[in-house]
Nanobody, 122 residues
Framework: VQLQASGGGLVQAGDSLRLSCAAS????????IGWFRQAPGKEREFVAA???????YYENSVKDRFTISRDSAKNTMYLQMNSLKPEDTAVYYC?????????????????WGQGTQVTVSS
């Protein structure tokens, strides 16, 4: 499966952004799909994931501010990001993996999309 992320940009603290991840090649309905992010000088970290059964998991730092969703008909995943903070600044990557685990490490991802830059100014 090929993943294409989009929707990043430069915003101010408190603003919102919606990231999209369009999949091609295979349907995403059989994968767990999610988002990771990597800030400058830091390791890539898990952000959120949604299963094929629509179960969701969020990292604590984004819980109650970010919402992950999937549209199987469009073969697309979204990350709605509200109340953005400067510490959310990072390159955001969409990802897909086999199995049923929602919270995984970056080494367990089977497919990566290219990143989209999100910059939040204070």
């Amino acid at each position: 499966v090929q993943l294409q992320a989009s929707g990043g940009g430069l915003v101010q603290a408190g603003d919102s952004l919606r990231l999209s991840c369009a999949a091609s090649g295979r349907t995403i309905s059989t994968y767990v799909i999610g988002w990771f992010r990597q800030a400058p000088g830091k390791e890539r970290e898990f952000v959120a994931a949604v299963s094929w059964g629509d179960s969701k998991y969020y990292e604590n730092s984004v819980k109650d501010r970010f919402t992950i969703s999937r549209d199987s008909a469009k073969n697309t995943m979204y990350l709605q990001m509200n109340s953005l903070k400067p510490e959310d600044t990072a390159v955001y990557y969409c990802a897909a993996w086999w199995g049923s685990r929602l919270r995984i490490g970056r080494t367990e991802v089977n497919y990566w999309g290219q990143g989209t830059q999100v910059t939040v100014s204070s």
